[in-house]
Each structure stands twice: as structure tokens, then as C-alpha cells.
């Protein structure tokens, strides 16, 4: 007599098992009380009551979407540009609407994909964010009052030569570096103010480039610093072999000129704690007048 098989219905594909992606979501967040105490002025949410009440319901969100299957991507909210950017917008702080047109706004930086990692450290991802956000902000101003056309002159010339000059040597420092992981800095002192970035980059054996949006901002500070012919500090750590190595560079009179290896130390150090096995190395020489492409 013939048997007959029965098979096990968990293990049985039907079209609603099989698990499709969910929608790609950008969620903006306040990133500290003290940001909460300035939004919660600006744009009152009784609903969250107090700043813990708002982390632990964030947390449950951030939660519930990713095991959903939802594709997550943050960024930081800023309450201070936000008030600004909707008074130049003619937009009330109040609605949604102006939220959701602040969050997507091209003066701000990509946002990132959220990987569930705790609050914390996602804040001071975050926060690192919005600092560089504010950072381009004010560079952005700078080079804007440096270049202002005058009369008879093209839109926006000055502003494009500085920019492609930054270019430039932006290139020419990143062709002169070895393989390996670098961060690149950049510091200038901006009347009372000091704005200064730090980027990250890879080459690959391959000399395949990988870089994030703050080397932008990288070459947005050198172009206001190349236009009001301030110096700027610019150095580059590498790391390799368990230790680090920096050498840096100073634009002046709209070169970056090689620092010596103390001078690298002094500018290197006083931004940032060496360990002991960083080694400081002279800079090395660019071309005089970069091309700009």
C-alpha cells in the first residue's frame, strides 16, 4: 500500500511568508535636552513631556520600524537652524509641513542609515553631524561675503575660482598620500570664531577613493580661507601598522605651503592628543599652481 507523504506546514512557502522590504524612512532627532528644552519653545509637543519620555519612545520607534523591515535613515535636528531656516522661509515653526521641508533641505548633510545601535552612540554620531552642518554653514557664509562680484563682473566668479583652487589642492593632497585610512583636517580662525573640520578617506590598492560629505566642507573652508587670504592649519594622520603617522601643511598667501615635523606636532596637537606612537613628518610638496580640475 502506498504511503503518502505529508509535509510540514511550517515549513511551507506561501506568498504571504515570504518577507518583503519595507519603505525607506528618514526620522530627524534631537539629539539633547538641551536641544529638546530649545525645540519644545519653539514647536511645544506636550506629548512627549519631558526629554527621557522622548529618548525611550524614539527608542520603541526606531525599534519597531527596523523589525518591520523598514529601511531607517537618521539625521540630526537642529532647533536654532530650524527657527532660522523657517523665518527666511516665511514658514510658521509650528507645522509639520515646515519640518518636513526643514529635514529635507539641501543645506544639510545626507542622512545616515540607522544599524540599531544604542541611543547614545547614535547621538554622538549625530551630534558630530550637526556640528559639521553648522560648520558648513558658516563657511559658506564666509566665502559668500569674501566674493561677493563687483560691478560688471560675472555671478559668482570670485566664489568659483576659490572654490576650484580648494578643489585642487583638496586632489593634490589626496593623489600625494600613500594607501591606507587618513583623516584630513582643516583649521581656521575666522575673526572671534574657529572653524575647522575633520574628513576621512580611503585608498585602496586599487586606488579606489572612498570619502564621506565633510570633505566637502573641507574645500568649502579652504575656498573662504583662499578668498579673505587667511591662513589655514590642514593636516593629514594616516594610519598603518598599529601606529599613526601626521603631516601637515599651511595656507598662506594662497598656497599650502609643507610645515616642518615640529611645526606639524605643534598644530596637530593642539587640536588633537597624539599617542605615543605617532610620528610627525614634514608635509609634502604640491604643485605650485594646481590646475583646477
Same mark, same amino acid.
Given at each position: 500500500?502506498a504511503t503518502k507523504k505529508i509535509r510540514n506546514a511550517r515549513h511551507r512557502r506561501t506568498p504571504s511568508a515570504v518577507r518583503r522590504p519595507g519603505p525607506e524612512i528618514t526620522v530627524a532627532l534631537i539629539c539633547s535636552e538641551a536641544d529638546f528644552e530649545a525645540m519644545h519653545q519653539?514647536?511645544? !509637543?506636550?506629548?512627549?513631556?519631558?526629554?527621557?519620555? *522622548?529618548?525611550?519612545?524614539?527608542?520603541?520607534? @526606531?525599534?519597531?520600524?527596523?523589525?518591520?523591515?523598514?529601511?531607517?535613515?537618521?539625521?540630526? &535636528? %537642529?532647533?536654532?537652524?530650524?527657527?532660522? &531656516?523657517?523665518?527666511?522661509?516665511? @514658514?510658521?515653526?509650528?507645522?509639520?509641513?515646515?519640518?518636513?521641508?526643514?529635514?529635507?533641505?539641501?543645506?544639510?548633510?545626507?542622512?545616515? $542609515? *540607522?544599524?540599531?545601535?544604542?541611543? %547614545?552612540?547614535? &547621538?554622538?554620531?549625530?551630534?558630530?553631524?550637526? %556640528? %559639521?552642518?553648522? !560648520?558648513?554653514?558658516?563657511?559658506?557664509?564666509?566665502?559668500?561675503?569674501?566674493?561677493?562680484?563687483?560691478? +560688471?563682473?560675472?555671478?559668482?566668479?570670485?566664489?568659483?575660482?576659490?572654490?576650484?583652487?580648494?578643489?585642487?589642492?583638496?586632489?593634490? @593632497? /589626496?593623489?600625494?598620500?600613500?594607501? +591606507?585610512?587618513?583623516?584630513?583636517?582643516?583649521?581656521?580662525?575666522?575673526?572671534? #570664531?574657529?572653524?575647522?573640520?575633520?574628513?576621512? &578617506?580611503?585608498?585602496?590598492?586599487?586606488?579606489?577613493?572612498?570619502?564621506?560629505?565633510?570633505?566637502?566642507?573641507?574645500? !568649502? /573652508? $579652504?575656498?573662504?580661507?583662499?578668498?579673505?587670504? #587667511?591662513?589655514?592649519?590642514?593636516? /593629514?594622520?594616516?594610519? +598603518?601598522?598599529?601606529? #599613526? !603617522?601626521?603631516?601637515?601643511?599651511? @595656507?598662506?598667501?594662497?598656497?599650502?605651503?609643507?610645515?616642518?615635523?615640529? #611645526?606639524?606636532?605643534?598644530?596637530?596637537?593642539?587640536?588633537?592628543?597624539?599617542?605615543?606612537?605617532?610620528?610627525?613628518?614634514?608635509?609634502?610638496?604640491?604643485?605650485?599652481?594646481?590646475?583646477?580640475?
Amino acid at each position: 500500500m502506498a504511503t503518502k507523504k505529508i509535509r510540514n506546514a511550517r515549513h511551507r512557502r506561501t506568498p504571504s511568508a515570504v518577507r518583503r522590504p519595507g519603505p525607506e524612512i528618514t526620522v530627524a532627532l534631537i539629539c539633547s535636552e538641551a536641544d529638546f528644552e530649545a525645540m519644545h519653545q519653539v514647536c511645544p !509637543t506636550p506629548e512627549f513631556g519631558d526629554y527621557a519620555r *522622548y529618548r525611550e519612545r524614539l527608542r520603541l520607534l @526606531l525599534r519597531d520600524l527596523r523589525r518591520h523591515g523598514s529601511r531607517v535613515w537618521v539625521r540630526p &535636528f %537642529d532647533p536654532g537652524d530650524y527657527r532660522s &531656516f523657517c523665518a527666511g522661509e516665511s @514658514l510658521p515653526t509650528d507645522h509639520v509641513q515646515s519640518r518636513a521641508h526643514y529635514s529635507a533641505s539641501p543645506r544639510l548633510l545626507p542622512p545616515q $542609515l *540607522y544599524a540599531g545601535e544604542p541611543l %547614545d552612540v547614535l &547621538f554622538h554620531a549625530l551630534s558630530r553631524q550637526r %556640528d %559639521d552642518e553648522r !560648520t558648513a554653514a558658516a563657511a559658506l557664509e564666509l566665502l559668500g561675503n569674501a566674493t561677493r562680484p563687483e560691478p +560688471g563682473d560675472e555671478p559668482n566668479d570670485p566664489a568659483r575660482e576659490a572654490t576650484a583652487r580648494a578643489t585642487a589642492i583638496l586632489l593634490a @593632497l /589626496i593623489r600625494g598620500v600613500g594607501l +591606507g585610512v587618513h583623516r584630513l583636517t582643516c583649521v581656521m580662525d575666522a575673526g572671534p #570664531e574657529q572653524l575647522s573640520i575633520q574628513a576621512d &578617506f580611503e585608498k585602496s590598492a586599487h586606488q579606489v577613493l572612498s570619502y564621506g560629505p565633510p570633505l566637502g566642507i573641507f574645500t !568649502t /573652508i $579652504l575656498a573662504a580661507a583662499y578668498a579673505l587670504g #587667511e591662513s589655514a592649519a590642514v593636516t /593629514i594622520r594616516t594610519e +598603518g601598522d598599529g601606529s #599613526e !603617522t601626521v603631516r601637515g601643511w599651511l @595656507l598662506n598667501g594662497g598656497r599650502l605651503e609643507p610645515l616642518s615635523a615640529m #611645526e606639524v606636532r605643534s598644530a596637530y596637537s593642539a587640536h588633537t592628543p597624539g599617542s605615543p606612537t605617532t610620528r610627525y613628518e614634514p608635509g609634502f610638496s604640491l604643485p605650485t599652481h594646481p590646475p583646477p580640475r
